[in-house]
């Protein structure tokens, strides 16, 4: 596992534990302005003074007074962003449902290949999502009819949830219209009605996570990016009468680093704290009926449905489970999975849930669709992690930087915020490859990146294509490359040699194998010939 990665500015108000000192930790992933809005601060306005000086005078009003000049401190706002390299620029292209993973540019019309789409497993053109959601439209109409307490509630929501409940095992779920959604509801509605609740948020949590949290007004603490040993040391310093949460993910999606969840559930246990869990970017990924990082760990287990007597697995110990439908799922929604009790106190008290019109009905068909498919069909996640491993074995060849982690996410380095747009722009105008830049604040200054995203359908000659892309530009540009950035420090050569979390057994690689294996052999029926037959018509 690699080591931790920290943002590379704490913030002014990080609740740290006095009594620990500090072990070196790695630079890195997300930027420090997410930890920081995490924190509690007094209530402050804007200096209208320092604000004004950043704008052209404005006229004064009726009364002889000037008013705050509002569009001219908004256009100052993004010239500094433009400035900085982190103003945000769109792509508009149009998704080919026939022709996954390919796009078409709206302004020239040409076809670009897609690496950093999260519809992981090209469910969003999938026929048996396509052909649920056509139903449901013809049968309920576009709209759910309100929220669910009003004219919003429908048999297809009661599905829906009970296959999420079934899919982590747990006793009930509760659907929301996007995962952000569901994240700040519950943990906002969980840290304001636990008496006395303090919530232990790992640095990385996602922007939905640490919103919730800060909404709930409860007392928090921020615990090193899986440092495990920051974790126990925050958690001892309470009673275990105390109510806790630890908040976590189990993916983290802009640096791919992997939870170590079985130890955090141990000093949930040891320490009597709960544990909510996002496994956002798992869901369809990983595991045999594609229900995350959690029930990977438990791969024989799960796969063979046979559950010995008083055995619990490494999901069954994580209390609440928060999960997307937005991406390997290929819908849109969020939903948390726990115990009836926890379910029926959050239907029922948070505000988020309460006051929020109800999914679309034909979303919410093809949620489940998808949901259905991917416990049966292990076969597109096989194709995506087999091809995940084939390019980062690639690049690894060539010295591009990748940073080292065992998920399916491949997080390039540039380091620069220019300069990682300037880069997408020639994969985009002269190769015909679209990947994203990240740039501030969503990482820190200095750690701009492209997350590239494998999918099942990235054949070997479309990873050659990128690959050798990225070489030619890496060259012509003179970029850092992956021995440069661990000269620096960003990773060490034990980070590098870790392997993926999926196995080559688990893929169907080994050689002990042979290709008559009944399990290789459902790789294929199962889902991977399938798929590519009616993606590409």
Request: charged share 20%.
């Amino acid at each position: 596992m690699p080591l931790a990665l920290r943002p590379q500015v704490l913030s002014r108000r990080s609740h740290v534990f006095p009594a620990i000192k500090r072990s070196t930790i790695k630079r890195c992933c997300y930027s420090s302005l997410a930890a920081e809005a995490f924190q509690p601060a007094p209530v402050s306005y804007p200096d209208v003074a320092t604000a004004s000086k950043r704008s052209p005078a404005v006229t004064p009003s009726v009364t002889g007074l000037s008013s705050f000049p509002y569009e001219d401190f908004y256009h100052s706002v993004l010239d500094e962003k433009r400035a900085d390299g982190s103003y945000r620029y769109f792509r508009s292209i149009t998704r080919l449902q026939n022709q996954f993973p390919f796009a078409e540019c709206s302004r020239t019309r040409k076809r670009v290949n897609v690496w950093c789409s999260n519809d992981y497993l090209a469910m969003g053109s999938s026929p048996v999502v396509m052909t649920a959601m056509k139903d449901a439209l013809q049968r309920y109409g576009a709209n759910s009819g309100g929220s669910r307490n009003i004219a919003g509630h429908s048999p297809l929501v009661e599905k829906l949830e009970t296959t999420i409940a079934e899919l982590h095992k747990k006793p009930a779920a509760l659907y929301f219209s996007s995962g952000f959604a569901a994240n700040e509801a519950a943990l906002c509605t969980l840290g304001s009605q636990l008496p006395g609740c303090v919530i232990f948020s790992d640095e990385l949590n996602h922007a939905s996570m640490i919103e919730g949290i800060r909404h709930s007004r409860a007392k928090r603490h921020i615990w090193k990016h899986n440092d495990i040993d920051h974790l126990e040391a925050l958690l001892a310093s309470y009673p275990k009468q105390v109510p806790k949460i630890i908040a976590f993910e189990s993916l983290y999606s802009m640096c791919g680093t992997i939870a170590p969840i079985e130890d955090i559930c141990d000093l949930a246990e040891r320490y009597g704290a709960i544990t909510f869990m996002d496994e956002c970017h798992a869901i369809g990924l990983y595991g045999p009926h594609g229900a995350g990082v959690a029930e990977h760990l438990d791969f024989a287990v799960h796969q063979s449905n046979q559950y010995g007597s008083g055995t619990r697995t490494i999901m069954d110990r994580v209390d609440i489970i928060a999960g997307s439908t937005s991406k390997g799922l290929g819908t849109m929604g969020g939903y948390i999975a726990a115990s009836k009790q926890l379910i029926d106190m959050i239907r029922s008290v948070s505000r988020g849930f309460i006051f929020t019109t109800t999914q679309s009905p034909a979303i919410m068909a093809g949620a489940h669709a998808a949901i259905q498919h991917q416990m049966r069909n292990i076969g597109d996640r096989v194709a995506l992690q087999r091809n995940v491993a084939a390019v980062k074995r690639k690049m690894a060849q060539f010295g591009l930087p990748v940073l080292p982690n065992r998920s399916h996410l491949v997080p390039v380095m540039v380091g620069d915020a220019e300069l990682v747009r300037y880069v997408a722009d020639i994969l985009f105008d002269e190769y015909s490859i679209y990947v994203q830049p990240i740039n501030s604040p969503t990482v820190a200054v200095s750690q701009e990146r492209f997350r590239i995203s494998p999918t099942g359908f990235h054949d070997a000659a479309q990873q050659d294509v990128l690959v050798g892309a990225l070489v030619e530009i890496w060259a012509r540009l003179g970029l850092r490359k992956a021995s440069d950035w661990q000269n620096e420090g960003m990773w060490d050569a034990e980070d590098a040699a870790i392997n993926q979390l999926w196995t080559d057994e688990q893929l169907g690689l080994t050689r002990s194998k042979p290709v008559t294996d009944d399990y290789l052999q459902s790789l294929f029926r199962e889902g991977v010939h399938d798929t590519l037959l009616s993606s590409r018509g």
